[in-house]
């Protein structure tokens, strides 16, 4: 399984950015798609989560603010970020998790930068 991110950049406070993670490989048993993100000196937190049967769940500090979303044909899942925070400021990562397993799959990680 290989996850590739991308869609990260720089952005003025208040903007928006689509983060896009293409997956490949047998993505079978998945049990949910997420984003994580990581600030500098901070732990790596959860973003966002849409499970096998399409439910979501979100941090509090984005909620009503990203969105995310699958395209099954694509193989792809995107995280919609809308009225961007400066503290929204980290490295995104992409992740599969596949409970039969425990396994965590993880995308290379793609910045997003909140700034004026």
């Known amino acids: 399984v290989q996850l590739q991110a991308s869609g990260g950049g720089l952005v003025q406070p208040g903007g928006s950015l689509r983060l896009s993670c293409v997956t490949s490989?047998?993505?079978?048993?998945?049990?949910?798609r997420a984003w994580y993100r990581q600030a500098p000196g901070e732990q790596r937190e959860l973003v966002a989560l849409?499970?096998?049967?399409?439910?979501?769940n979100y941090a509090d500090s984005v909620k009503g603010r990203f969105t995310i979303s699958t395209d099954n044909e694509k193989n792809t899942f995107y995280l919609q970020m809308s009225s961007l925070k400066p503290e929204d400021t980290a490295v995104y990562y992409c992740?599969?998790?596949?409970?039969?397993?425990?396994?965590?799959?993880w995308g290379q990680g793609t910045q997003v930068t909140v700034s004026s």
């Open positions: 992740n599969l998790y596949r409970s039969i397993t425990r396994t965590h799959y």
């Open positions: 490989g047998i993505i079978v048993s998945i049990d949910r």
């Open positions: 849409i499970g096998s049967g399409g439910s979501t």
